[in-house]
C-alpha cells in the first residue's frame, strides 16, 4: 500500500484509511478487532464523523490508547458557532483524545449553508478557535458538488477536502482534484464502493487507486473487509489498468449524477442510488446489497411510471441542478425486476 505526504498537512498518510461510518451497526468487539488490525497493517487514517450515531464513541473505546499510531479526521455538521462549538468538544470526549487532526465542515451542498457556516458566528468560527486551542490541526470541508467545492477552497481556508471519486463518479477529476493540486491539499476520496452499489468490487477500489488522491476512504467492519481492500491495494496501478479503468468509469459515470441529494420524490424514490447504480446495473448487474435495495424500493420504482403529478413534468427533475433525466432512468430501473426472481 502506497503512503504519501498528504499535501499542505504534511503527515505521511496510508492510501487506505478506515472509514467507521458503519461501525456502529456492528458488535463492538468485531469493530475493535476490525479496527486493530488495519492499525496493526499500517492504515493510519480514520474518518468519521459527529453524525455517525456512536462511531466516535467505538473510537475512543477501541483504539484511543494507540492514539498517536493514527491520523484522526472527524466532522461536524453543524454551521453556527455555538453548535460547531459544543460538537467539537463533545467529539473529543467521545473519541477520548485532546485533539483531532482533522476537522471537516460536514456535507456542504448548498451555498447558503457554505455562507453560514463561513460567516462571522458560524461553524468556521468554533473550528479555528478549537484550533487555535490545539484541539483542532487542520480545517477541512465535505461535500457532494464538486464544482461549488472548488470555488471555495480558492479562498485558501481549508487544508483538505473529502469528496466522492468511484468507478460511478468521477466527476471530481475534472476541476476539483486539479484545484487541490494546485493549493497543495489534502485530497480524500470516499465511497469506492458508493454504499456497495459499484462492481466488480476489485476495480471499484483501484480505480480511486490508480488517481491523484492521497487517502481512499472504504467503510469497513471486519477484519476480512480490512484485508480485502489492502489486498486490493498491494500492487501499484499501471498504465494500461489506469486507462482501461478511466475508460470504465467514463462509462459507468454516463447518469451524471453527484449525489447532491437536492432533489426528491414523493414515492420516496432513493433517486440518487438508483441514478449511480444504472449504468453498473445495465453493465454488470447488482451486487446483494444493491439488489436488496431494488427489492426493497421494488413497488416505489414500478410506480413512477403511473404517478399523475409527474406526468407533464417530472417533480423531481425541476430540483436538479445538472437537468438530469431522472424519471427516464427510474422508470428503466423498473426492467430490472423483469430480469431477476422478484421476491417479495
Ligand atoms: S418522476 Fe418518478 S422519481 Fe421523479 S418525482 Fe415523479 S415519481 Fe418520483
Ligand atoms: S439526480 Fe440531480 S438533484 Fe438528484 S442527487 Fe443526482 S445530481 Fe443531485
Known sequence: MRYSTFGKIGYNVSALGFGAMNLPGVPLEQARAAMNYALDRGINYIDTA????????????????????????????????????????????????????????????????????????????AALEAKAAGKVRHIGISGHRPELLTKWIASGKFDQVLFHLNLAQPFANRDL????????????????????????????????????????????????????????????????????????????????????????????????????????????GLLPKGDGFYQKHKEAILSCADYEPCKEKPLCQQLCPYQLPMQRVIQEAAGYYKTVPISG
Open 177 to 284: 482534484i486539479p484545484k487541490m493540486t494546485e493549493l497543495n491539499m489534502g485530497k480524500v476520496a470516499m465511497k469506492p464502493l458508493s454504499g456497495g452499489f459499484i462492481q466488480p468490487v476489485e476495480k471499484a477500489i483501484r480505480y480511486p487507486y490508480s488517481q491523484d488522491v492521497h487517502v481512499i476512504i472504504s467503510g469497513m467492519v471486519s477484519v476480512e473487509e480490512v484485508k480485502m481492500n489492502l489486498a486490493a491495494m498491494e500492487q501499484e496501478v499501471e498504465q494500461d489498468e489506469r486507462e482501461e479503468l478511466e475508460q470504465l468509469a467514463a462509462q459507468l459515470g454516463e447518469h451524471n449524477c453527484r449525489r447532491c441529494n437536492y432533489c426528491s420524490c414523493p414515492l420516496g424514490i432513493a433517486i440518487p442510488d438508483v441514478m449511480i447504480s444504472s449504468k453498473v446495473r445495465e453493465t454488470f
Open 50 to 125: 459527529a453524525a455517525y450515531r456512536n462511531s466516535e464513541e467505538i473510537i475512543g473505546e477501541t483504539i484511543s490508547h494507540r492514539r498517536d499510531e493514527y491520523f484522526l479526521a472527524t466532522k461536524t455538521g453543524k454551521r453556527d458557532y455555538a453548535s460547531a462549538k459544543e460538537e467539537i468538544d463533545r467529539s473529543l470526549l467521545r473519541m477520548k483524545t485532546d485533539h483531532v487532526d482533522l476537522l471537516q465542515i460536514h456535507y456542504v451542498n448548498y451555498v447558503n449553508e457554505f455562507k453560514q457556516a463561513m460567516e462571522p458566528e458560524g461553524a468556521y468560527e
